[in-house]
């Protein structure tokens, strides 16, 4: 009501009222008392207004002593004397000089609110990689004294010619540090050949880059074994869109081995893509060890494994339920399974099927009680599979149904006599009727219930198609959820009908088809994991594999101490083909690695199995198949067990768990001795990655810069459908409305780096990777400040000199960042070590130590000169040492170009990692007195800021309560930029501008 009365929301009272109630509540009394002093006189004037605007609807004016008068007294300075402000109503020159401070003031209060955080400049035009020619040949290293430094950091010319000399020089190579020492060997997770790597590969490649390049760093033979899955179910399904869509044909019109042929072409394209991908990240991998799952040598493990365990008793062949995916006609492990949560009714597309299928609901039915006159409830979500239900549990201490203990039911559809049996496992008196239908085929949990009872039969109702098979004639070749809906109808016929309700639930839907997962009986191979898991859980339970961080070990031990048994066939194409063969005579299955090897068969007897190993099975051997398992080489006696396994948190049990389990059945020993657990990379809102939604990014991308265009253009040319494709080029849109700005690889790690809080999931915003190439720059600037400073400086010549106190000061600060950085990555807190490194190159070495020397080494002797050099170099040495791991291009870049000791060796990522040691800071540490005063400097700043004097020169009088400070005048006097400084005064420093301009 009160702004209401003042007028129109555009009105210049309203505004001004407004605007003056803002002040109030927005600045902080201390520094800005009389600023609100002036807003409450305008407040003053405008509830004036007001109540004469509303009393009498205007008419009356008010008393004077109606009228609110601030007439306190406020004083700009806290310890200054008070002096009285008048209180006169403002005119309208007044009223804008005051709205002109308070915007001053809004901006200062901001400007105060980041002086101790580095925020690097906005991106304002998209920037796109420059062509760069390199004249290095490959393999060479780069002769940097050919090649001029630009004035500004450039990501193309700085990644140049450096990764193929590292590995034609043999450096990621174990054998290059061969000292004796305990070798750090560390697996990379072997990414799918299905397309591209994403962001989520990057920040993996980054993490395990850091430990390999720190720990060689260190002086310990590392191996970095690389690899590439061939990932069965993922790169059928993809290629099978490709022949689609570019050939318009499938599988099923070409022979298998033609298909596999094909099908190893596509995937060798899409893996020369992978390597070039983690080559342009910089990883310090072992080339001549890399590895693919469906190489010889792998093929000969994975068969080897099959027999070995089979031989042993874990591998078995059996009827069990599996994830069915009626698209794909195969089964499916859960990790490919996608979980729809729906809080109610909702219709879903479903491939196949011209409408969508309703989903959240619950049906109840009746059936008929056999010999009696009565019927007996069942609710279901899935009314398709009653043709398959063979019995009805009830509770045994349900006393609603205590009279039907032992009878049976007519089924209403297929009229069987099925008996109701008591179960108080799975039957929940509480929930629904209290009458749960039993389908042992399709549900697993009935499965369970069918194991415990003998009584009760299983009926398949379904083809691989997902079509309803001959066990139901009456719906024989019909489509399973076509058949959901005739059946309600038939029950409605029939007056069995009970109604439907909404029903919150979970839809398991696979990842690669979109099709609804249906839950299946089929013959197919598995392995007893009972044992194994127990082995495994035991593992973690005595120390001998930690997790980190530690919380996931409840997941560890959620999956391995309720064990279920594995299943491993898949019913496609590519992958290794299950080493079992059927004796045509017999039926019996007989393992061996080679039909060749089966002594009394002939080859033409036997049909092997013309099923697939789970593509998990394989990369479970990875670990000792990399080193010639079953072998016994040279590399699987030197490295095997792995010191540790970095992963991400989703794969937890799908990988990790079983590489343990296999491991310890198939070599009696633990694959490695840490598991590091990274972060999940989500997009700037915090949506799970899919290419689907158009939010997965391409780290080249990110590295060389994308437009919107070219964004668009990577998603058509991929296997979406035409829906998704538009689905994701809206996404594309809104997360990236003008493109992606090249950043260069070393800004892209440690921008992941910087995001990486332990255990934490990412909520990645591009925007932020693209401020942390800024920091590259802030980097080579001052690298080429430092070395303009060091013209004709040797560090080769002995020195010995009383060091500067600044010296002093950035020689502790700089070991104190050694101390925090070492360790940060020893504690894995990868974001605090980047951190550490940002913090101390800006706010010390830049900002601090480079202004007061490049002043300072103007006017000082030469010995003086000579120890700010020193210095300079120390500081340029070491951080680039300690910042490698993290940012390999640009420090080897700028570490080529600054002096060098006879002693270094050829390259920095071979060089030795800093210690606290290396840096010799005697006596009483400074730290406190240059904290107090940056202090003073920063509040110089403030004032002069806030008094507009930041172009003028100006001298300082300042009174110190002891004896510290006069020393480092000098110091104030240059960072603040100051013409003098007057320390203890005689008289009080007020704040004022005169024609000298002094404060």
């Known amino acids: 009501k009160m702004l209401r009365a003042l007028g129109p929301k555009r009105s210049n009272r309203r505004r001004r009222f407004s605007h003056a109630t803002r002040s109030i509540f927005n600045y902080s009394p201390r520094k800005y008392m009389q600023d609100i002093h002036y807003s409450l006189q305008y407040l003053d004037t405008a509830i004036a207004k007001m109540v004469t605007s509303v009393v009498n609807g205007g008419q009356l004016p008010l008393p004077e002593s109606a009228i609110l008068k601030c007439d306190a007294s406020f004083s700009s300075s806290d310890n200054g004397p008070s002096q009285a402000v008048p209180t006169p109503e403002l005119d309208i020159a007044q009223q804008r000089k005051l709205r002109k401070q308070q915007k001053k003031l809004a901006k200062k209060q901001q400007a105060s609110q980041k002086k101790n955080n580095w925020n690097p400049p906005k991106e304002k035009l998209l920037r796109i990689k420059t062509p760069y020619k390199n004249i290095t040949p490959p393999g060479e290293k780069k002769d940097v004294s050919k090649i001029p430094l630009p004035e500004q950091y450039d990501p193309a010319m700085v990644e140049s010619a450096w990764y193929d000399w590292w590995v034609a020089s043999k450096f990621f190579t174990p054998e290059y540090n061969n000292n004796g020492k305990d070798p750090f060997v560390l697996l990379m997770p072997p990414p799918n050949v299905t397309g591209y790597l994403h962001i989520g590969h990057a920040l993996t490649n980054t993490v395990e880059d850091v430990l390999c390049r720190y720990h060689r760093m260190n002086g310990r033979p590392v191996l970095w074994v690389p690899g590439t899955d061939h990932a069965g179910i993922s790169s059928q399904s993809a290629y099978e869109s490709y022949l689609l869509k570019e050939k318009n044909i499938t599988r099923h019109d070409m022979s298998r081995e033609e298909f596999i042929n094909g099908l190893q072409g596509w995937v060798g394209e899409k893996s020369d893509h992978i390597l070039s991908q983690i080559k342009r990240m910089g990883s310090s991998v072992d080339w001549d060890r890399y590895a693919f799952t469906f190489d010889e040598k792998r093929s000969d493990s994975v068969n080897h494994a099959f027999k070995k365990l089979y031989d042993m008793g874990y591998i078995y062949r059996d009827n069990r339920p599996v994830n069915w995916c009626c698209t794909l006609h195969t089964a499916v492990s859960d990790i490919e399974c996608d979980k729809i949560e729906l809080d109610g009714k909702k219709k879903l597309s479903v491939p196949g099927y011209d409408k969508k299928i309703q989903f959240g609901c619950i049906w109840d039915f009746s059936y008929p009680i056999d010999g009696l006159d009565e019927n007996i409830v069942i609710s279901t979500t899935r009314p398709e599979t009653m043709l398959g239900d063979t019995a009805v549990a009830i509770h045994p201490e349900d006393p609603r149904y205590k009279h039907l203990h032992g009878k049976f039911v007519i089924h209403p559809i297929t009229h069987r006599k099925i008996p109701i049996i008591l179960d108080k496992v799975l039957v929940d008196m509480d929930f629904g009727t209290g009458a749960v239908k039993i389908t042992p085929a399709h549900d697993p949990n009935d499965f369970e219930v069918y194991l415990r009872h003998k ?12 079509t309803v098979n001959e066990n139901s004639p009456q719906f024989q070749g019909s489509k399973r959820f076509d058949v959901r809906y005739q059946i309600i109808s038939k ?157 991400g948190k989703d794969i937890l049990f799908f990988w990790v768990a079983r590489m343990v389990m296999i491991s310890i059945a198939l070599t009696d020993t633990i694959p490695f001795q840490q598991v590091l657990l990274h972060s999940m990379i989500k997009d700037a809102f915090g949506k799970k990655m899919s290419k689907s939604l158009g939010n997965v990014i391409d780290p080249l991308d990110v590295i060389e810069g994308c437009t919107l265009e070219n964004l668009h253009k990577s998603v058509r040319e991929g296997n979406l459908p035409l829906k998704e494709v538009e689905r994701a080029i809206k996404t594309q849109k809104k997360n990236f409305p003008n493109g992606i700005s090249e950043c260069g690889v070393d800004a892209l790690r440690f921008g992941l780096c910087i995001y990486m809080a332990q255990g934490k999931d990412i909520n990645l915003n591009i925007n932020q990777i693209i401020g942390h190439r800024h920091f590259c720059n802030k980097i080579w600037n001052g690298v080429i400040l430092s070395n303009m400073l060091m013209e004709q400086f040797s560090p080769n010549k002995e020195f010995q000199k009383d060091k500067e106190v600044i010296d002093i000061w950035i020689l502790e600060k700089l070991k104190n960042t050694i101390e925090s950085v070492n360790i940060s990555i020893n504690d894995y807190k990868f974001s605090t070590a980047a951190m550490a490194l940002q913090t101390f190159w800006i706010n010390n070495f830049c900002d601090v130590y480079l202004e007061v020397a490049k002043v300072q080494i103007k006017f000082v002797d030469q010995m003086a000169k000579r120890s700010f050099q020193e210095t300079i170099y120390t500081c340029l040495d070491t951080y680039l040492r300690l910042l490698h791991p993290i940012m390999p291009f640009i420090t080897e870049e700028l570490w080529q170009r600054i002096p060098k000791k006879k002693s270094d060796k050829i390259s920095i990522c071979v060089s030795e990692y800093p210690k606290t040691n290396d840096i010799d800071v005697s006596g009483d540490s400074i730290q406190g007195d240059m904290t107090s005063v940056l202090s003073i400097v920063s509040e110089i700043r403030h004032l002069r800021k806030e008094k507009n004097l930041l172009k003028k020169r100006i001298g300082v009088k300042l009174i110190i309560g002891d004896n510290i400070v006069p020393k480092y005048a000098h110091i104030i006097k240059i960072l603040a930029q100051l013409e003098m400084v007057e320390i203890n005064a005689t008289e009080y420093p007020i704040l004022y501008e005169n024609e000298k301009m002094q404060i």
């Open 455 to 466: 009584n009760v039969d299983i009926i398949n109702i379904l083809n691989d198609d997902g």
């Open 491 to 647: 029950m409605e016929e029939l007056g069995l009908y009970m109604g439907v309700k909404e029903n919150p639930m979970a839809i398991s839907v696979c990842s690669r088809s979109g099709d609804i997962i249906e839950p299946r009986l089929k013959k197919q191979w598995w392995i007893n994991t009972e044992k194994l898991a127990k082995k495994a859980s035991d593992a973690v339970k005595s120390g001998s594999i930690s997790i980190i961080p530690d919380r996931h070990k409840s997941t560890w031990f959620q999956y391995l101490d309720n064990p279920q048994p594995w299943c491993i066939s898949r019913q496609i194409w590519w992958g290794h083909r299950i080493p079992a063969f059927k004796d045509r005579a017999s039926g019996e299955w007989i393992i061996a690695e080679n039909a060749n090897n089966i002594a009394g068969k002939d080859r033409n007897e036997l049909d092997q199995d013309p099923d697939v190993l789970d593509t998990w099975f394989s990369s479970a051997l990875f670990p000792f198949s990399v080193f010639g398992w079953p072998n016994e080489t040279s590399d699987l006696s030197k490295y095997f067990p792995n010191t540790m396994l970095e992963t």
